[in-house]
């Protein structure tokens, strides 16, 4: 089956710095990857994903780029902001039909001001 | 347009009693899904309903976990008898399937969480 490895566990930039989340998945068959954004005591949320036909994507200050052939793909987060603080989850879509999704570990980014 | 929501919030029992978990996808989501989030660790996937179907359940720990959805619109997550690694919050979610394959967004309810003492 698949899995999704993410990296680092934990990271701590000043604000206005960038941050870089990178995650690698193992089934090539995978043909969706969405980022979810978790704050402290709220629901995990969409923030922005990206698809196997495409190997990059950008919405205002978050991005997210896809090597297929590497298996990878990570979210940067351009001019940090404390609110940016909370962890993040990649997930890889398992099957083209039924919509099954296996998540990283998640990465804590804490944004110093 | 409400979110996926889930009962209860927190939910405190004792080793060997019984906990039931309810979640109300979006209306319309065909795609239900149930995942635990153990320790702050992953989020790991525990089963997947289509309709009242279960799409694939090799997430699911044990026997002492037991999910339905009685008429494809809300489901139930019940753990009997609880243990003590069965603490952790159990997340529901949910996703509208276009039928032809096309992935959906995924809409997580707030969690429910469990602890067993």
């Known amino acids: 089956g698949e899995n999704v490895e993410q990296h680092p566990s934990t990271l701590s930039v000043q604000e206005g710095d960038s941050a870089v989340i990178k995650c690698t998945y193992s089934d090539s068959a995978s043909n969706y990857f969405p980022w979810y954004k978790q704050e402290l005591g709220k629901r995990p949320q969409l923030i922005i994903d990206?698809?196997?036909?495409?190997g990059e994507k950008k919405d205002q200050r978050i991005a997210v780029t896809l090597n297929k052939t590497a298996k990878h793909f990570s979210l940067h987060i351009t001019e940090t902001q404390p609110e940016d603080s909370a962890v993040y989850f990649c997930a890889a879509n398992r099957y083209n039909y039924g919509q099954n999704f296996v998540f990283g570990p998640g990465t804590r980014l804490s944004v110093l001001p | 347009e409400a979110g996926v929501t889930q009962f209860p919030s927190h939910s405190v029992i004792e080793k060997g009693q019984t906990v039931t978990l309810r979640c109300d996808p979006i209306s319309g989501h065909d795609n239900l899904y149930w995942y635990r989030r153990v320790m702050g660790k992953e989020i790991k996937f525990l089963l997947h309903?289509?309709?009242?179907?279960?799409?694939?359940e090799s997430g699911m720990p044990n026997n002492r976990f037991l999910a339905e959805r009685t008429g494809g619109t809300y489901s139930t997550l019940k753990v009997q008898p609880a243990e003590l690694e069965d603490s952790g919050v159990y997340f529901c979610?949910?996703?509208?399937?276009?039928?032809?394959?096309?992935?959906?967004?995924?809409?997580f309810g707030e969690g429910s969480r469990l602890t067993v003492l």
């Open positions: 990206i698809r196997s036909n495409v």
């Open positions: 309903f289509v309709k009242e179907s279960k799409q694939d």
């Open positions: 979610a949910s996703s509208f399937h276009s039928g032809t394959g096309h992935t959906g967004e995924l809409f």
